[in-house]
């Protein structure tokens, strides 16, 4: 039987310029204003989506490879997705709104303060995408950089240390009675006196506990290490992960088991997959569009190796695209993950032509080879997903006009037809919203 799935979008490249580099880059908008996110908002709301995660990264990363980052815009630049919010929020009325934040640049009490200023400015539909990138350390203090499982234990102490502040003010401590004229009971109101390894800081907060939940906690990692701090804390948890049905089962039971592990239920935290589907017209588009994929012409190619240098700060585009690919090109700084990622098992000899070909190369949705199909097609992957157990879909791309209506045009009235796509939102904010189903 048809289930409703939770619907999330993931504005990839964050609060950054929107659609560079594409053919139909040239719309009349300014990314580093408002509107152009305010309208995506918009749509994504009508079209019964639950949340938005705003990507984001604070740094342009090492001082060595920074040209890479921006020549083309896909490292940077990024403004605050923290910032955007509140445009965000004033446009709509019940989508989730997740920006991305690194507990490396803001300290526990302002974080506490100021998140829970935006969940009340919101009417409770804050969410946080928590993130644990340690690249951009040096920008915050000259500290020693963590390694990867002690920002994990940063961003642990982070949170609670966010979540003691939000409840620092207890139960009957807000009063609000004109017949009194007591405001608050500042005996209801704890002291908290925080000393830990890599934050120190006293409470109370000064800002109202919460009526409808807690900001929602949203979590990417996909390491043993990022599993159990999704299971210990986080409402959502960002899936990439192969979608086949012994790899969906196999990633829902780590997480459901991380949960238990901390002392929660499985349904406490909803696991969305992520997917950059390619909608088409016609099954005929979609094979049109798979054949071409594996012949890419070199311009195709180049453009696929400005995003490989700016993910993995080195540069592949003054490489000959015919002869092969060293692996001493990569320095130490390039996650050994990422490299294998792109050299696949295609051998030493294998030319740089071969990697970025094999990165270009789509499949077909109807064979479960990759995400080009029709908006029919989609929603039959999207039913099998909900036969597995699946709570919901993180679709990926940009907020340019096109890429949203590419994507969502058809795509939208055969979700809401099948009954996957949500219909009416919950009263109460995100976290409501998370919990309807
Ligand atoms: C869907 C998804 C979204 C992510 N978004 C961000 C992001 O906005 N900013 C960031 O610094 N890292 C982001 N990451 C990376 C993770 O935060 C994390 O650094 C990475 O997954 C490594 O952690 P792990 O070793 O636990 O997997 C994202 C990862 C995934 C899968």
Redesign the pocket.
């Known amino acids: 039987m048809t289930r409703p799935q939770h619907f999330g979008w ?1 504005l ?1 490249r ?1 609060f950054g310029p929107q659609g560079w580099g594409y053919a139909s880059l040239d719309w009349d908008y300014d990314w580093t204003r408002p509107e152009i996110y305010q309208e995506a908002a918009r749509t994504l709301e009508q079209a019964g989506f639950d949340l938005v ?5 604070p740094s342009l990363g090492s001082p060595e490879t920074i040209d890479l980052r921006v020549r083309h815009a896909f490292g940077g630049p990024k403004h605050d997705p923290l910032l955007l919010a509140p445009y965000l929020f004033q446009a709509t009325r019940h989508l989730g709104i997740v920006p ?1 934040v ?1 507990p490396a640049g803001l300290l526990p009490y302002t974080a506490a303060r100021q998140f829970s200023t935006l969940q009340h400015l919101s009417g409770h539909r804050l969410g946080l ?5 340690t690249g ?1 350390a040096r920008h915050f203090s000259d500290a020693p950089t963590l390694d ?1 499982d002690g920002a ?1 234990d940063r961003a642990e102490e982070w949170l609670d240390g966010i979540r003691s502040l939000w409840r620092s003010w207890e139960d009957g401590a807000l009063v609000a009675d004109t017949g009194t004229d007591v405001y608050a009971d500042g005996s209801r109101l704890h002291a908290i006196r925080h000393r830990g390894e890599h934050f120190a800081f006293d409470g109370p907060l000064n800002a109202l506990p919460f009526t409808d939940g807690e900001p929602a906690i949203v ?9 159990g ?1 999704a299971g210990a804390n986080s409402d959502v948890q ?3 992960a192969p979608l086949d049905e012994a790899s969906v089962r196999a990633y829902r039971a780590k997480i459901h088991q991380a949960a238990v592990d901390a002392g929660r239920r499985p349904a406490d935290i909803k696991i969305l997959f ?1 997917i950059q589907p390619v909608i088409t017209s016609s099954a005929d588009e979609a094979e049109r569009i798979v054949a071409a994929s594996a012949h890419p012409d070199d311009a195709a190619l180049q453009q696929i190796a400005r995003k490989q240098s700016s993910d993995l700060e080195t540069d592949l585009t003054s490489l000959d695209l015919d002869c092969p690919l060293d692996p001493a090109v990569f320095g130490a700084h390039v996650s050994q ?1 990422s490299i294998r990622r792109l050299l696949g098992d295609r051998g030493p000899e294998a030319p740089l032509r071969a990697h970025l070909t094999a990165l270009a190369r789509a499949g077909r949705i109807s064979d479960r080879t990759g995400f080009v199909g029709t908006a029919e097609e989609f929603a039959d992957l999207i039913e099998e997903l909900g036969e597995w157990g699946n709570d919901g879909v ?1 679709l ?1 791309g940009d907020f340019h006009p096109v890429t949203l209506h590419r994507t969502l045009d058809e795509l939208v009235p055969v979700l809401r037809r099948r009954g996957i796509l949500r219909r009416e939102y919950a009263a109460g904010g995100l976290q409501e919203n998370l919990r309807a189903f």
């Not at 995660?53 to 990264?57: G, T, W």
């Open positions: 993931f990839a964050g995660i705003i990507e984001d990264a991305t690194n995408n928590v993130v644990t990138d951009s990867h994990y979590s990417p990692g996909g390491s043993g290490r990022g599993l701090f960002l899936a990439l992520a993950g993180l990926w």
